[in-house]
């Protein structure tokens, strides 16, 4: 038996529920993943921050330069809560104005004196709220700082 409307108000009945039904799934998905957007962003910022914070505390003389423990010790007091799980690595090299490293006592081959450079690195691996297509989870972060050593 086939059911006739008896206006147009009574055909549309329940499709509002059917837009609804269907648009939900859509936007919680839509809502979570601008969310873990947002929290990677963050923490990309604050592993860049700490990292720069390692990398400020080699630059202020050659002694800090050398004390690569410190560096790190600085980068995870700038990182703040969490700084446990990030893999932090410091190290101090020379530069000859060719490019080439020496060690920072020696001179390079013309003779003049190296640059000193400190490079803070620091990595973390971001684990979003829920899988998406064609992004890998845990998502990789590595933020690196090198300056060179006044």
Do not use: W
């Not at 059911?3 to 509002?16: H, I, N, P, Q, S």
């Not at 609804?20 to 592993?47: C, H, K, N, Q, Y």
């Not at 190290?91 to 490293?101: D, M």
């Not at 006592?105 to 190296?114: D, Q, V, Y």
């Amino acid at each position: 038996m086939l059911r006739t409307c008896l206006g147009f108000r009574a055909c549309r009945k329940g499709g509002v529920a059917v837009e609804f039904a269907l648009m939900v799934p859509i936007l919680v998905f839509t809502m979570i993943a601008m969310v873990d957007f947002v929290r990677l962003m963050s923490e990309d910022g604050r592993i860049a921050n700490a990292a720069l914070a390692g990398a400020h505390f080699g630059m202020q003389s050659t002694a800090h330069a050398a004390d690569e423990e410190g560096m790190v010790r600085a980068a995870r007091a700038d990182a703040g809560k969490g700084a446990e799980e990030l893999e932090i690595v410091a190290e101090q090299k020379c530069l000859c104005a060719n490019g080439s490293a020496v060690l920072c006592s020696l001179s390079c081959e013309n003779g003049a004196k190296p640059v000193m450079m400190v490079k803070v690195s620091i990595s973390k691996q971001f684990a979003t709220m829920m899988p998406y297509p064609m992004i890998e989870n845990p998502v990789p972060l590595y933020r690196d700082a090198e300056v060179q050593v006044q």
